[in-house]
């Protein structure tokens, strides 16, 4: 049989009268492997901090929804400490970390319009708050890490933000407070909530100032950014202490060695926000008629439709007759206006929680979107990334170059970043297991149509940092 020089060479053995085409098999192989890592690295971040008491930041991110609905953001905000006449404090040269995940939902710009612009509000807030500071140099205080994924807004709605803002700091330095610091010296929760509540009051001031017959492309996204919606978990560590504030159903979870240093326990530092909270539902229950509370709240949703009870934007939950009766000229909004008796139903303002580390059993703090906590628990994520260090000095497993081999080198790589570790879990719906995902499990999930993939889970975000 004459055979091409080019055939001759894939033709490798003669095994039970079967020819094998193995540079055919191993270049699948490698393609399939090589395209799965991509898939599920092309956001991924590692970053050694060394600041703050935190040594490394870790994060993934997966899309579901096209455009993706979930953000991230890492920066620093103003550290301060007290004068010692009380009042004010003095600005240090290292700021203090600050990191989140913002949860879109009915749309990504929202969370697009917060991911980019909170760390400004949080900078402003301090600085507002803080005597011997001027006030408008919130971006010379703050810094921000440009992570793979991110988007810019357009230089126009930026100029929008940045006018909005710097009105805002003008105003709370009139009326601030005498102290921008809590009674024991950490971060005043007052930085936060203002920080919270002037961007959702922007976000939706300003899309009403753009309604008119004749909007341009840039007018409808800033309404767009007001009509979705977006739960953020927003923390921020110092040496001592971790503050987390938190509007919406993401989730933060600290990683605990126990005593004996022999297991790992997960210990919440948040509350979700929606109808499984009941002290949610008194609370939004407080705050209207009793003849409403069979309407608020329908199956577990607010007005039927909303899952989180706190969000930026949807400002349909928040408006009142008269605004959303100016709404109703570009937007049909008939459904609202028989609905909202004594609005506003939500509200972005956080909850916020504090909480001092222990340096000897304090080990990491796991922040994520519900695209993860579906399908992996608080105790099981905890133990993933416990398992993740307990492992980091163990050798380098060798593997051979079959099929089964090579697919378990590509799932091993992706294990060495916690937080792919830990989204790895969710798309392969672990829920209780600490072992790593099979290949097919991660490789089926990514084969699934784009229109179908939101049918199987969310958006996922996730980050990772691991105290000194």
């Known amino acids: 049989m004459g055979l091409s020089r080019h055939t001759r060479c894939l033709l ?32 991924e971040v590692a970053i050694d901090l060394n600041r703050s008491n935190i040594s490394r930041f870790e994060s993934n991110h997966l899309p579901s929804n096209s455009p993706t609905e979930d953000r991230r953001f890492l920066g620093t905000i103003p550290s301060h400490s007290r004068t010692t006449s009380g009042g004010g404090g003095i600005i240090q040269k290292e700021g203090r970390v600050c990191f989140g995940v913002v949860d879109g939902h009915a749309g990504h710009k929202c969370a697009q319009a917060v991911s980019g612009r909170l760390l400004d509000y949080l900078s402003a807030s301090t600085l507002a708050q803080c005597s011997n500071e001027a006030n408008g140099d919130w971006e010379s205080h703050r810094t921000r890490w440009d992570l793979p994924g991110d988007y810019q807004e357009s230089s126009l709605i930026r100029d929008r933000h940045r006018q909005s803002l710097r009105s805002w700091v003008t105003s709370s330095s009139e009326n601030k407070p005498s102290s921008a610091t809590s009674d024991d010296g950490g971060l005043d929760e007052r930085i936060f909530s203002s920080a919270f509540e002037a961007l959702d009051h922007h976000l939706i001031e300003d899309a009403m100032g753009v309604i008119s017959s004749s909007m341009n492309r840039y007018d409808v996204d800033v309404i767009e950014s007001a009509l979705s919606g977006a739960c953020v978990l927003t923390v921020a560590v110092d040496d001592e202490e971790v503050v987390c504030a938190n509007s919406g159903d993401c989730k933060a979870v600290l990683g605990q060695l126990s005593e004996d240093g022999h297991s790992w326990h997960a210990i919440p530092l948040t509350n979700e926000h929606n109808a499984e909270n009941s002290t949610e539902i008194q609370r939004i229950f407080d705050a209207h008629p009793e003849s409403e509370h069979p309407t608020i709240i329908q199956g577990g949703r607010l007005f039927g439709s909303l899952l989180p009870l706190r969000a930026f934007g949807d400002m349909l939950f928040k408006l009142d007759g008269s605004k959303l009766n100016k709404l109703k000229q570009v937007f049909d909004v008939r459904n609202f206006l028989a609905k909202s008796i ?8 956080p909850e916020i929680t504090r909480r001092q580390i222990d340096p000897k059993r304090d080990k990491f703090l796991i922040v994520g979107t519900d695209g993860l906590w579906d399908f992996v628990t608080s105790q099981v994520a905890v133990e993933v990334i416990g398992q993740h260090l307990d492992s980091a000095n163990d050798p380098k497993p060798q593997f051979g170059s079959t099929v089964e081999e090579q697919h378990h080198q590509t799932v091993h790589r992706l294990s060495a970043n916690g937080a792919t570790r830990l989204m790895c879990h969710a798309v392969g719906q672990c829920m209780n297991s600490k072992t790593l995902p099979l290949f097919g499990q991660l490789n089926d999930m990514i084969k699934i149509a784009p229109e179908e993939t939101r049918n199987n889970r969310d958006d996922i975000e996730v980050i990772v940092v691991y105290f000194r």
Do not use: M, Q
């Open 12 to 43: 490798v053995c003669h095994r039970d009268g079967r020819l094998t085409w193995s540079r055919n098999l191993s270049s699948r192989i490698y393609s399939e492997c090589k395209y799965l890592h991509k898939v599920y690295t092309t956001h």
């Open 342 to 349: 004594t609005p506003p139903y939500l509200s972005a303002s």
